[in-house]
């Protein structure tokens, strides 16, 4: 049932090509699809290096998972290699589709209620301020929940409590301050909370009776209860910790960095932490046209401007913190774009940025282990035309040795995926029409980048692959993809997930087998299936079960299902599994694209009914679907609605979301109110 906010129904949004509004675009990523796509290294496309004599046998011999394979799926937990007792193999999901809307509220199913946790401005730190909208501080914000609110893990203290790790990836400050413009023209005190504002929150949360329901702690010492920023230290690891290239005034052992900017989504490790990705941080920094001529390249790769204008329509922290000027500090760019590692049972735990994952616009970082018991992080790189990584490590995990797995991520390989079809190229002309086969698929290597002491990219040192490691991954030529963002691995099969959100800049010229569509502005999901089920394998196969957008359209996919019985999706984003192997894809875009609500949708991959995709909730006007995340026993699912009514002002909001007079960021818990499993 929705909950019990006012409904407004909006004008229509302007936006880009790919589905998000214009705001969410300056704001989230600084016009990143108005610009060039940064990667124009001249690798080829999946089209230009199809496998006609592959045969699809061959495929799935060599990257094929049994139905009883043992898994071990993302998280904390090792998975069952089938579904949980009484709950079923990939059964029909029961419950009826969220209609498409633009209600300016959290719409969920029949027999299913929603409950709004934690607000932007809440009380994090025991003695908190309250929040007051017209009398914010950067002093008050750095104790309180912050602005946009995406990943969300959640760690279980006890069968009633718990608490949540949140990101806070970027700041609307047009929703946050009365009368804003930009970064150059703003009060410095409003620079300051928007700093605050960023980088992440744990908080402790309790159970509401015997529901799945779920409530802050407002009392007593949660004493794990925390608050990161822009200013948090953070310790840099791994083999380029310490190198020239990590070398400021400020730091000149190149081992420190103050906060994290843009954290998108993430992931949990074996060993209970939280990994969270920092993405678009390119936007944060000016000054690029000063910055040397040698690094003018580097910096362009990573969509840092380097000529014209570098300070307009900018947030402007170099006005509070000059580290972000780059003319002055050319190396502090290169100091962002890392996998984040923190503890949130330590509360004195430092921030380890782990250089070993690789430099980019990280979307996410999931675990699973190999074989022989290592771990391996899947991670994309969400920009158009760039490329899917994997890192196994050196060591293996110790169950309880938290000392010796903190080392795990500092050492290993990294590896960036090269993807090759077996249809012949003129079979993929863009339009999305399926082969002759009746499948995109094809197979796919992992191609070595550096291990801690060796670079395999020859003119590369080390710290340069894992500082630039766009540009390595240029050099090896890695496979072009359409926005690869967050993955996940099925908890029954373990066959991994890849969420590519859209790529509008794809021409039929450049479509692929993996990328099949031109004009992309839907997005699709990619399948993995590693070489004997072994997450350390240096082969792969692959296929594309799910081709986004309105089921009417003839260039979508929905795994083979009958798409007169499917919703539409647009854009998808970040994914999680349930314990029956049922894929959940919330989205970013869907308002642009398909005119209506963002939403979190749910198919099963595996079984009779693959590809039946259902919405299962939708957010508020302007919102992003974030998260999500279903609890250990199946009672919970949590989102994070970011951005609400992102395009209004102070003055003229345009979402009043969730407490009915101005829009805050928020995570929200929906339960079934009989007590079944979410989905069930």
Not at 35 to 42: G, I, R
Not at 256 to 272: A, F, H, I, R
Not at 289 to 315: F, H, M, N, Q
Not at 522 to 529: A, N, P, Q, V, Y
Request: net charge negative.
């Amino acid at each position: 049932m929705p909950d019990s906010a006012p409904r407004r129904r909006l004008l229509p949004l302007l936006t880009h090509a790919g589905g998000r509004s214009r705001t969410t675009c300056r704001f989230r990523c600084g016009d990143a699809c108005f610009h060039e796509a940064p990667n124009t290294s001249n690798n080829a496309y999946f089209g230009d290096i199809f496998a006609a004599a592959l045969s699809r046998r061959n495929v799935l011999r060599a990257g094929a998972v049994g139905a009883g394979a043992s898994a071990i799926a993302f998280g904390v937990a090792s998975a069952p290699a089938a579904a949980a007792p009484g709950r079923g193999r990939n059964p029909r999901l029961g419950f009826a589709s969220v209609a498409p809307n633009t209600n300016d509220v959290v719409t969920v199913p029949d027999g299913y209620d929603s409950r709004v946790i934690v607000r932007w401005g809440d009380p994090v730190l025991p003695g908190a301020p309250e929040f007051d909208l017209a009398g914010q501080t950067a002093e008050a914000q750095e104790q309180q929940f912050g602005y946009n609110c995406d990943y969300v893990s959640f760690i279980e203290l006890s069968g009633n409590r718990g608490l949540l790790w949140v990101n806070h990836e970027y700041t609307n400050e047009n929703i946050m301050f009365a009368g804003y413009t930009d970064g150059g023209a703003a009060d410095l005190e409003q620079i300051k909370i928007s700093m605050a504002a960023h980088g992440g929150s744990i908080v402790e949360i309790e159970r509401v009776g015997r529901t799945g329901a779920w409530k802050l702690v407002t009392s007593g010492r949660r004493r794990y209860n925390r608050r990161i920023t822009a200013s948090t230290p953070m310790r840099l690891t791994g083999p380029a910790a310490g190198d020239a290239l990590l070398r400021t005034e400020a730091d000149p052992e190149g081992t420190e960095v103050l906060g994290m900017l843009n954290n998108c989504s993430g992931g949990m490790t074996p060993w209970g932490t939280v990994l969270t990705c920092e993405e678009n941080f390119n936007q944060y920094f000016v000054g690029g046209e000063g910055a040397p001529e040698d690094v003018k390249p580097k910096l362009k790769r990573y969509g840092i401007a380097v000529s014209g204008d570098t300070r307009a329509d900018s947030r402007r922290f170099d006005r509070v913190d000059e580290r972000f000027d780059l003319s002055k500090h050319p190396n502090e760019a290169n100091r962002f774009g890392y996998v984040v590692e923190i503890d949130p049972l330590d509360p004195d735990y430092q921030p380890r940025k782990r250089t070993m994952l690789g430099r980019f616009k990280h979307e996410a970082a999931n675990t699973r282990l190999t074989a022989d018991g290592r771990v391996a992080v899947y991670m994309g790189d969400d920009e158009r035309f760039d490329y899917i990584y994997k890192f196994v490590s050196e060591k293996k995990v110790r169950r309880g040795s938290r000392r010796h797995n903190d080392t795990l991520l500092d050492s290993g390989t990294l590896y960036v995926a090269k993807l090759t079809g077996n249809s012949p190229a003129e079979e993929i002309d863009g339009s999305g029409a399926l082969p002759e086969d009746g499948e995109f698929d094809g197979s796919g290597t992992w191609i070595p980048l550096c291990n801690a002491t060796t670079s395999f990219v020859e003119g590369f040192t080390v710290a340069e692959v894992l500082v630039h490691t766009r540009l390595a991954a240029d050099k090896v030529g890695a496979t072009k993809m359409d926005r690869p963002e967050d993955f996940e691995a099925s908890p029954v099969t373990g066959k991994v997930y890849c969420a590519l959100t859209n790529n509008s800049s794809r021409t039929p010229e450049q479509a692929d087998e993996a990328n099949p569509r031109a004009n992309n502005r839907f997005g699709h999901i990619l399948e993995i299936t590693e070489r004997r089920d072994d997450a350390g394998a240096t082969s792969f196969g692959w296929r594309v079960p799910l081709v986004c957008g309105d089921p009417d359209d003839p260039s979508t996919y929905f795994d083979g299902y009958d798409k007169s019985k499917v919703a539409a999706i647009s854009s998808p984003d970040n994914l999680t599994f349930d314990a029956r192997g049922n894929l959940w894809i919330a989205t970013d875009g869907q308002p642009g694209s398909i005119n209506t609500n963002d939403a979190l949708h749910a198919v099963p991959v595996e079984g009779r009914y693959r590809g039946e995709l259902k919405t299962f909730a939708t957010v508020p006007v302007g919102a992003e679907c974030c998260g999500p995340f279903i609890t250990e026993d199946q009672k919970t699912v949590f989102i994070a609605p970011q951005h609400p009514g992102e395009d209004g002002t102070v003055e003229q909001p345009e979402s009043t979301w969730p407490d009915g007079d101005f829009p805050r960021p928020s995570v929200v818990s929906i339960w079934h109110t009989g007590g079944r499993d979410i989905g069930a």
